[in-house]
């Protein structure tokens, strides 16, 4: 079960879009349509932006947007803003019936 | 409200056990899978555990096979994870996490407040 492989850190200027990648293997991000990312700021629990890769639960700005070619998922970004950094964490289901994560991306707003 | 309130946490000696509950609240508890999930300090997030909602089918991650154990009681709304032969490395705050869509495959949409747990002699 090793973890999902993401940037530690990506950065840009408000306004700009960004786009943080999440590589796995065929046994979870290339296997399944069952990527999600999460936002997590400091101290707080995390936050679902996307689901099954490109799917975003009510509530969550159209500026968060998912994809997925291969074994590589992407969440991108547009229009960012200063309420955007935070961290953020992919995941995946496995062929082993578990879950997991990827390291984490630490999104800075210059 | 939905919600999820995680609780048990505390300090504990290596080799230790520690049974953490999650209370739900607002929603059908028994249609939903559910999840443990612990952050390590300073750390990333972990998936640890999941049971379906009948709790018939449960899963682990390989770090915690043998030593850990999911369980729910439906009539109680109630989520538990037994720790036994807990190590240092099992320091973090554990977090329930109810899915968006009530099969287990990830896509958290409700966490709990996270409870905290020490190992350490």
């Known amino acids: 079960q090793s973890a999902l492989t993401q940037p530690a850190s990506v950065s840009g200027s408000p306004g700009q879009s960004i786009t943080i990648s999440c590589t796995g293997t065929s046994s979870d991000v290339g296997g399944y349509n069952y990527v999600s990312w999460s936002q997590q700021h400091p101290g707080k629990a995390p936050k679902l932006m996307i689901y099954?890769?490109?799917n975003r639960p009510s509530g969550v700005s159209n500026r968060f947007s998912g994809s997925k070619s291969g074994n590589t998922a992407s969440l991108t970004i547009s229009g960012l803003q200063a309420e955007d950094e935070a961290d953020y964490y992919c995941s995946s289901y496995t062929r082993s019936n578990t879950l997991v994560f990827g390291g984490g991306t630490k999104v800075t707003v210059l | 409200e939905v919600q999820l309130v995680d609780s048990g946490g505390g300090l504990v000696q290596p080799g230790g056990s520690l049974r953490l509950s999650c209370a739900a609240s607002?929603?059908?508890?028994?249609?939903?899978?559910m999840s443990w999930v612990r952050q390590a300090p300073g750390k990333g997030l972990e998936w640890v555990s999941a049971?379906?909602?009948?709790?018939?089918?449960?899963y682990y991650a390989d770090s915690v096979k043998g030593r850990f154990t999911i369980s729910r009681d439906n009539s109680k709304d109630t989520l538990y994870l037994q720790m036994n032969s807990l190590r240092p490395e099992d320091t973090a705050v554990y977090y329930c996490?109810?899915?968006?869509?009530?099969?287990?495959?990830?896509?958290?949409?409700?966490w709990g407040q996270g409870t905290m747990v020490t190992v350490s002699s």
């Open positions: 099954d890769v490109s």
């Open positions: 049971v379906s909602g009948s709790g018939a089918g449960t």
């Open positions: 996490a109810r899915p968006l869509i009530g099969v287990f495959r990830g896509a958290f949409e409700i």
């Open positions: 607002g929603f059908t508890f028994n249609s939903y899978a």
